[in-house]
Nanobody, 117 residues
Framework: QVQLVESGGGLVQPGGSLRLSCAASGFTFSAYWMYWVRQAPGKGLEWVSRIDAGGSRTYYADSVKGRFAISRDNAKTTLYLQMNSLKSEDTAVYYC??????????WGQGTQVTVSS
């Protein structure tokens, strides 16, 4: 079964940290770029970060650069997003995705991150 399953979201205070995980199955995880995308309440989808198949190249949205770190463990077929110095504007549902705009896209169900005191 081809799927992505996110976990690790929750409620955190401003300045805090969370680590999101995305477990992949049903496809050759190590062959694909992977993405984190988020959707804040009442807003559209926002690309957050992406990582190449081998894990050596990473890219970030300006809004999270220096605070978030994407990584992957191909042996465990798992994608990660370490989020530090969280702000209220980081509140969103976070999705992991393969080929998010392509014909073979796969999206997870999302995990809620709420940053609030």
């Amino acid at each position: 079964q081809v799927q992505l399953v996110e976990s690790g979201g929750g409620l955190v205070q401003p300045g805090g940290s969370l680590r999101l995980s995305c477990a992949a199955s049903g496809f050759t995880f190590s062959a694909y770029w992977m993405y984190w995308v988020r959707q804040a309440p009442g807003k559209g989808l926002e690309w957050v970060s992406r990582i190449d198949a081998g894990g050596s190249r990473t890219y970030y949205a300006d809004s999270v650069k220096g605070r978030f770190a994407i990584s992957r463990d191909n042996a465990k077929t798992t994608l990660y997003l370490q989020m530090n110095s969280l702000k209220s504007e980081d509140t969103a549902v976070y999705y992991c995705a393969k080929d998010p705009k392509g014909a073979t896209s796969i999206w997870g169900q999302g995990t809620q991150v709420t940053v609030s005191s």
